[in-house]
């Protein structure tokens, strides 16, 4: 009789700690809510999981990374619509992250439809109303990638230098239907497009400088002429 309780014993404990672990491993597997219920939002994005954030059923946030990572998302997807972002990480030890999405950030030159400069004189359109802020306190490699579409095909992935105060381009290919660079720091990054300099406005207004001083000229020797 004593060891038939034994054996219950045992059979009772082990299926009590079978269900614990199933309980964790389902909270631990467990997605984010969809849709996001606020543009404020915090989860552990678990390593080697790819995690997906829908924000109004339009904006899509993805992450893609080696190690486990503490979220903090702000996003503001009643500005910036339909887009889909997504981000992979490899780094060494479990990072914590600050994400900040916004359709503009006017202090830094970007607004839809504008033109941007650099130093060298490039000039660049912003019009993909994305722009994303990235805070992290660990360094790591990282892919960024953004869905290409007719607006941006011919874009190009820029972070916002502090120092310069001006935008830097980055390398930037079109692979498996998306804008993709690498990089292995964090800042304000976005995509602007290119934009073909034409004919420098100094010269057209040296030509038309040029092209009244000959009028003159022409009007003034006709008059001696008379």
Same mark, same amino acid.
């Given at each position: 009789?004593?060891?038939?309780?034994?054996?219950?014993?045992?059979?009772?404990?082990?299926?009590?700690?079978?269900?614990?672990?199933?309980?964790?491993?389902?909270?631990?597997?467990?997605?984010?809510?969809?849709?996001?219920?606020?543009?404020?939002?915090?989860?552990?994005?678990?390593?080697?999981?790819?995690?997906?954030?829908?924000?109004?059923?339009?904006?899509?946030?993805?992450?893609?990374?080696?190690?486990?990572?503490?979220?903090?998302?702000?996003?503001?997807?009643?500005?910036?619509?339909?887009?889909?972002?997504?981000?992979?990480?490899?780094?060494?030890?479990?990072?914590?992250?600050?994400?900040?999405?916004?359709?503009?950030?006017? +202090?830094?030159? #970007?607004?839809?439809?504008?033109?941007? $400069? =650099?130093?060298?004189?490039?000039?660049?359109? *912003?019009? &993909? @109303?994305?722009?994303?802020?990235?805070?992290?306190?660990?360094?790591? +490699?990282?892919? #960024?990638?953004?869905?290409?579409?007719? $607006? =941006?095909?011919?874009?190009?992935?820029?972070? *916002?230098? &502090? @120092?310069?105060?001006?935008?830097?381009?980055?390398?930037?290919?079109?692979?498996?239907?998306?804008?993709?660079?690498?990089?292995?720091?964090?800042?304000?990054?976005?995509?602007?497009?290119?934009?073909?300099?034409?004919?420098?406005?100094?010269?057209?207004?040296?030509?038309?400088?040029?092209?009244?001083?000959?009028?003159?000229?022409?009007?003034?020797?006709?008059?001696?002429?008379?």
């Amino acid at each position: 009789m004593i060891k038939i309780k034994k054996i219950l014993f045992v059979l009772i404990s082990i299926s009590i700690l079978f269900s614990i672990f199933s309980i964790s491993s389902v909270i631990a597997s467990q997605g984010p809510p969809d849709p996001i219920p606020s543009e404020q939002f915090q989860w552990r994005v678990l390593a080697n999981n790819r995690t997906q954030f829908m924000f109004q059923q339009q904006t899509r946030l993805t992450f893609n990374c080696n190690v486990n990572v503490d979220l903090h998302l702000n996003c503001d997807s009643s500005e910036i619509g339909a887009k889909n972002f997504e981000i992979q990480i490899d780094s060494n030890h479990d990072l914590q992250m600050n994400m900040t999405c916004t359709e503009e950030q006017v +202090q830094l030159g #970007l607004q839809k439809g504008h033109t941007l $400069r =650099n130093q060298h004189r490039n000039r660049y359109r *912003y019009q &993909e @109303g994305f722009c994303v802020s990235i805070e992290c306190n660990d360094s790591c +490699q990282a892919k #960024l990638m953004i869905q290409a579409n007719n $607006r =941006n095909r011919n874009g190009q992935w820029a972070y *916002y230098h &502090e @120092g310069n105060q001006e935008w830097v381009t980055v390398p930037t290919e079109l692979k498996n239907g998306s804008l993709v660079c690498e990089t292995n720091h964090f800042s304000v990054w976005t995509i602007i497009i290119p934009e073909s300099e034409g004919f420098p406005l100094i010269y057209i207004y040296i030509g038309v400088i040029v092209g009244v001083i000959v009028v003159i000229g022409i009007i003034i020797f006709l008059v001696k002429r008379k």
